[in-house]
Structure formats: C-alpha cells, structure tokens
C-alpha cells in the first residue's frame, strides 16, 4: 500500500509539493516583492494623481510687446511674432502668437487666427485681402469677413502703447484676449 507523502515521487501529492525545489524557493523570493512592489507602484499612482498640477492653471498671462510704435507703419498690414512664457503644469515653453498689425487704422492689431479652424491667415497685397490657406476664407484689410466658411471676421485683441512699445493683451491660457470680433 501506498502512503501518502510530501515530498516524495509516490503517493498523493499537493500541486506546490510537485514544483522543483529551486523553482519553489524561487517563487518564495520574489512573491513578497511583487506583493510590495504592485502595492508600491499603487500607491504611487494615486499620490501623482492627487498632487499633479492641472495644465494651464498657471498659465501666463498679460500684456506683450508686439513692437515699436515708430516702426509699425506704412499702408499695408504687418505680420508680427509674438513670444511669451507659458506655464502648464509644471512646465514652462516658450510660445508664439501670430499677429497684424494694422498701421493704417491707428495701430488695431488682429489675429492671425482664422474663425474657422484656427489656421494663420496670410496677407494678399495684390488681392488686398486676408486669406487662409485651409479652407479659402477671406478677410477684408480691416479683418472683416468676406467670404469661405468663417462665421465671422478676425479677432481684435487689446492693445495699447507703453512707453512706445505697441503692446497686446493675452489671455492666462495664452490665447488672444480678444477685444471682439471684425463684422462682417
Ligand atoms: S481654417 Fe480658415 S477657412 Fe478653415
């Protein structure tokens, strides 16, 4: 008759007593680091979650030099860069906003964001019009609206001199801080 045993090859046996002793020894090493290490990284997990900043929450914001009023002139609408600091998280980049500046009309500064779907507008000097590459929306000199599928015409954002620097108003998320919208 056959007597149970653990250890031996005959007789019942459980499944952990049929494991390889180096392989049984093995598995005892590393279950207690799984178990600490999923607790750990869990752990982990929820204090990022609890304490990660939320993007734009710090975000910059303000007025930003688009240029010298002395240098902002003649009849035709001027395409200006402006750069500025952007906060998200904990993060900072550097980013860049696409401007007109409009000598003609007493330094107005449009956009060069385009209504429909945020495309940069391009002046035409030989059609005397705005256009966006897109979707072909037009844009009159003034920034209004002549044609394509823009509601609308282009954002006027704040401006004002200091100091004979032409400055813009941004919003703290970085986007224009418009002062409305061109009919038309
Ligand atoms: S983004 Fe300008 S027409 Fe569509």
Redesign the pocket.
């Known amino acids: 008759m056959t007597k149970p045993t653990l250890d031996g090859n005959e007789g019942e046996h459980s499944g952990a007593a049929r494991l390889p002793e180096p392989l049984r020894r093995r598995i005892l090493l590393w279950l207690p680091a799984l178990v600490f290490g999923s607790a750990g990284a869990s752990l982990l997990a929820a204090a990022y979650r609890l304490l990660r900043p939320r993007a734009g929450e710090a975000a910059a914001g303000g007025w930003v030099e688009v240029g010298n009023v002395a240098q902002l002139s003649g009849a035709e609408p001027l395409r200006r860069e402006v750069f500025f600091e952007q906060q998200s998280g904990w993060s900072a980049s550097t980013r860049a906003q696409t401007v007109f500046v409009l000598p003609g009309a007493g330094g107005r500064v449009l956009s060069a964001s ?1 209504p ?4 940069d ?1 391009e002046w035409s000097a030989e059609r005397r019009e705005f256009q ?1 590459p ?4 037009r844009f009159g000199p003034d920034g209004a609206r002549l044609g ?3 509601e609308h015409g282009l954002a006027r954002l704040h401006s004002r001199t200091n100091g004979g620097a032409l400055e813009i108003l941004l919003a703290p998320s970085g986007e224009d801080q418009q002062a409305g919208r061109v009919p038309g």
């Open positions: 385009c429909h779907e945020g495309c507008v966006c897109c979707h072909d929306s394509g599928p823009a």
